[in-house]
């Protein structure tokens, strides 16, 4: 299931302008999960998602096109190292979770430039929804705060709590 997001065909080319940025300044997040000879590929799924698509069929397309590694190396909690399968869902948890954060720089910016605030709000029902995630729905955020935090933190928690981490749901949109 797709993330519902409300302003979608209004920011597609924002997000494509801060994603083109990012490429260029060498700060597009490159999950480590991604096969090294495939990131190109994955570049231009992605290019290609943000001008036409969606979260989902980023997700088939990174799935299809084989993008991802099978297995993984991780630290176990007693500092073992250890081999395991990359999640079957990763292509779905890469996808919504990156294409989410182009939208929302998107939606801040069209935020500044109209003079409007935006709004956090599920874009995704959950079956289990945090509750830190439930206390920022329906909170008010600074557009420029936010798209500061979104482009500093490229590929980790931002430092606002949104988007809520892998799988939140949550998304902003405009505040009219």
Known sequence: MSLNLENLEEVR??????FETDLKE?????????KEEYIEIYIE????????????????????????????????????ITETKVP?????????????RYYIRGICRKAL??????????AKQVKNPRPESQAL????LDPRKLLDDLRT???????L???AGPNSGLSVRLKR
Do not use: W
């Open 13 to 18: 080319g924002l997000m494509l302008e801060e």
């Open 26 to 34: 060498g700060k597009l997040y490159l999950s480590p999960r991604l």
């Open 45 to 80: 799924l992605f290019r290609e998602a943000i001008k036409s698509g969606n979260d989902k069929s980023l997700a088939e397309s990174i799935l299809i096109s084989n993008c991802l590694k099978s297995t993984e190396i991780r630290k176990t909690r007693s500092g073992k």
């Open 88 to 100: 079957r869902n990763a292509h779905e948890t890469l996808a919504e979770g990156e294409f989410n």
């Open 113 to 122: 430039s109209e003079g409007l605030q935006i709004e956090v709000y599920r």
């Open 137 to 140: 729905i329906g909170k008010t």
């Open 153 to 159: 933190n490229i590929g980790v928690d931002t430092a």
């Open 161 to 163: 709590g949104v988007p």
